[in-house]
């Protein structure tokens, strides 16, 4: 990369994932060169590789373009010389957290994330940057990330596991002191394996990603950290002992001496054995090195769906980590204690974590509950999840917001007392700049589908069809999350009749939008993309019901910021916490929810709408009848009406939930406040009882 000397800055900024929440450098990319901007899914270091050399001299000499560089940078570096919210905490000496997540949703450029659980942790780790909590992140440089999603010309959903190329993303290889790559062994087996250390930086966080794939290993270990949920067991419970014992070493050798390990979901468990290996090898007892390791061990569990939980056979754990039961030096009775589940007669990453950590704790006030009735544990507290708001804010609202709430409003967003002044907001202004997103949305959506049409060869009037309903003026739900069948995406397509009268009222018509991919081995999860698929290829509902493909970080902003109602059915209590909806409401977008996860704590009669009560029903059967009967009797005689009761195409009452939406929901659920929970609650507590 030869950047002129004028804006050098420009490739330290790309390193930093701190880019992907400024607005201004999107404008500046964009000013290099929108296409390629876009086209490389807003990868800042791919495009300084990508760009024209000319493009950067030109941009060197260009005044509008300089001014815009030097704001950036003056920014930068503010930002990582302010005082924090955590040095004004009296902060304490020596806290250090870990964060340990098998999959880390940081940015659209680096694909290591299935969903909710890993861009949950990316806004973790985000929002402790921002309020300068100490801490590192572990995680795994999946080569093949997660898959991609195309819908053929039958509805199935095609998985293809693109490649990356480590050298031309955010990301660059930790090195020992004489500059060769910093490489660590990990057991497996009978035998050890290599991994080498890459680092992301985030503002001044630093996290570590861990990668098998260098040759100093044999080809199959290789594969190791190849894909995200992708192989069989053996390459999950290898994947695991990466994370958990490499991960641990790794920060060793970098010098790195963590004072709370916080492991988030059971896949990275196995840091708890490496610290107790450790604790046993300087001469302490067993018993000693579990009181030390649980001390300062936390767990988040994240699932209340069984099949989320990760159980492993007896002679499998045995065999896989039989080196760590030698340096133990006890039974395999005693090793396999440490993670036993009696009710499956199985060795559970859940439980391992849980017995040996000193907290545990759910994503929502009900998934608390929920979690202590499954995992058996009277002791589970609960955090609620929140999202981080300068990822997911459209900066068309941020600069409205920024106008009513005052300029400085993005420094204290979880101030409650600031979100009253969204009453000053117009209810015009309001509603034109959600119309701006609303179109925003359709022309991305538009393309998402002429790209899969004209690939299956769609006739060109069904394309027309398709596109032309698409459109700023109808009513536009979005349902968009992972396809796994408890969501219930197909709770509205049980009546087809029903929802066609619905959909084509020539008065009030309305849209859904659909999008999510299923895990390639969910085949309910396919089905379900399937019935959408065939649905909306039918003549009733061809523009109507459009299925968007490949749902990722990307699609998802545009999506959460651009549709009028965001729907969430899942079968209650089955979602831990759910945070796309979270996302939504701090862009003016209203939630209708069934009250499960997140949704009980934050509804407040005004500020959206609960589909069904809260009572428990016989069984699933006669639970997806009710709550499909509610949400129809809620769409029709409640949302639609209301969103198109307009005058002058300004929908008055509808615009009131809006606010309603935006005063109560976005000081509160955001990352910002979870982690100052965690650190509350969690963190400074385990530290200090450790002292
Ligand atoms: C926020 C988010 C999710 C989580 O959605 P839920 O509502 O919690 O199911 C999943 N995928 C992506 C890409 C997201 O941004």
């Known amino acids: 990369m030869d950047i002129p000397q004028r804006i050098s800055r420009i490739r330290e900024i790309a390193y930093n994932i701190w880019f992907s929440w400024q607005p201004e450098t999107h404008q500046l990319f964009s000013l290099m060169d929108r296409q390629l901007w876009e086209e490389i899914n807003h990868n800042s270091v791919k495009f300084l590789l990508y760009l024209y050399p000319k493009r950067l001299d030109e941009a060197a000499h260009n005044s509008v373009f300089l001014e815009l560089y030097d704001h950036l940078v003056e920014k930068y570096d503010r930002y990582l010389h302010k005082k924090t919210w955590y040095q004004r905490q009296a902060p304490s000496p020596g806290l250090l957290v870990a964060y340990f997540s098998a999959e880390l949703g940081i940015h659209e450029s680096l694909p290591v ?165 450790e604790k046993i090898k300087e001469g302490a007892s067993l018993q000693s090195a579990l009181h030390e390791v649980k001390a300062r061990t936390l767990f988040t569990t994240h699932t209340a769906v069984p099949a989320g939980h990760d159980l492993f056979p007896k002679d499998f754990v045995l065999s896989n980590l039989g080196q760590m039961v030698v340096q133990f030096a006890i039974s395999c009775e005693a090793f396999l204690a440490l993670g036993w589940d009696h009710e499956h007669q199985s060795f559970s990453m859940t439980q391992l974590a849980m017995k040996n950590a000193v907290r545990t704790n759910g994503v929502s006030k009900l998934h608390g509950e929920v979690s202590r ?141 659909f999008a999510g991919k299923a895990h390639p081995a969910d085949h309910p999860g396919q089905e379900i993309i399937k019935r959408i698929w065939h649905l909306s290829q039918e003549k009733q509902f061809q523009g109507r ?64 709408f609960t589909i069904g009560g809260d009572q428990d029903f016989p069984n699933e059967c006669i639970q997806d009848q009710e709550d499909e009967r509610s949400l129809f009797h809620l769409l029709e005689q409640e949302i639609i009406p209301c969103y198109y009761n307009q005058k002058d195409h300004v929908p008055e009452q509808w615009i009131c939930h809006m606010k309603e939406n935006l005063i109560s929901i976005p000081h509160y659920f955001n990352s910002e406040r979870m982690v100052q929970d965690y650190y509350k609650k969690l963190y400074l507590p385990a530290f200090r009882g450790y002292n």
């Open 545 to 608: 019901i459009i299925l968007a493909e490949n749902y990722d970080i990307h699609l998802a902003r545009y999506l959460l910021q651009g549709v009028d109602l965001w729907l969430n059915t899942p079968r209650r209590p089955m979602e831990a916490c759910g945070t796309s909806g979270q996302k939504a409401a701090l862009n003016g977008v209203i939630n209708c929810s069934v009250p499960d996860g997140w949704w009980p704590e934050a509804f407040n009669g005004k500020n959206g």
């Open 373 to 513: 009735k499954i995992l058996n544990n009277d002791e589970i507290t609960w955090i609620t999840n929140g999202v981080h708001l300068p990822t997911w804010i459209a900066p068309e609202m941020s600069s409205l917001f920024a106008q009513y709430l005052g300029w400085d409003w993005m420094e204290d967003y979880t101030n409650q007392h600031r979100w009253k002044k969204i009453k000053l907001i117009p209810d015009q202004l309001l509603w034109q700049t959600h119309q701006t997103l609303k179109k925003k949305m359709i022309s991305y959506v538009r393309y998402n589908l002429y790209q899969r049409l004209k690939r299956n060869l769609a006739p060109p009037s069904v394309i027309l069809e398709s596109l032309n309903k698409l459109n700023p003026e109808t009513f536009t739900i979005g349902f968009a999350r992972r396809f796994a069948t408890y969501k219930r995406a197909d709770l509205l397509l049980k009546d087809p009749d029903r929802l066609a009268r619905l959909l084509n009222n020539p008065k009030q018509p309305v849209n859904i939008i």
């Open 113 to 277: 994330y299935g969903g909710g659980l890993g861009v949950l942790a990316g806004d973790h780790c985000k929002s402790c940057e921002n309020l300068g909590i100490p801490l590192v992140g572990v995680s795994i440089l999946y080569k093949n990330g997660y898959f991609t999603q195309k819908i053929d010309h039958e509805g199935r959903q095609k998985a293809a596991y693109p490649e990356t190329n480590f050298n031309e993303i955010p990301i660059s290889v930790c090195r020992n002191q004489d500059g060769t790559p910093l490489i660590l062994p990990v057991p497996i087996k009978e035998s050890i394996i290599y991994v080498q250390v890459w680092c992301q930086i985030i503002g001044r966080t630093h996290i570590y990603l861990l990668d098998t794939d260098i040759p100093l290993n044999n080809p199959d270990d290789r594969k190791i950290t190849k894909q995200l949920y992708g192989g069989n067991r053996d390459i999950r419970i290898a994947q695991e002992i990466v994370l958990g014992i490499g991960g641990v070493r790794a920060l060793r050798k970098l010098g790195i001496t963590p004072s709370v390990w916080h492991i988030n979901e059971g896949h990275a468990a196995f840091l708890i054995l490496e610290r107790i290996r």
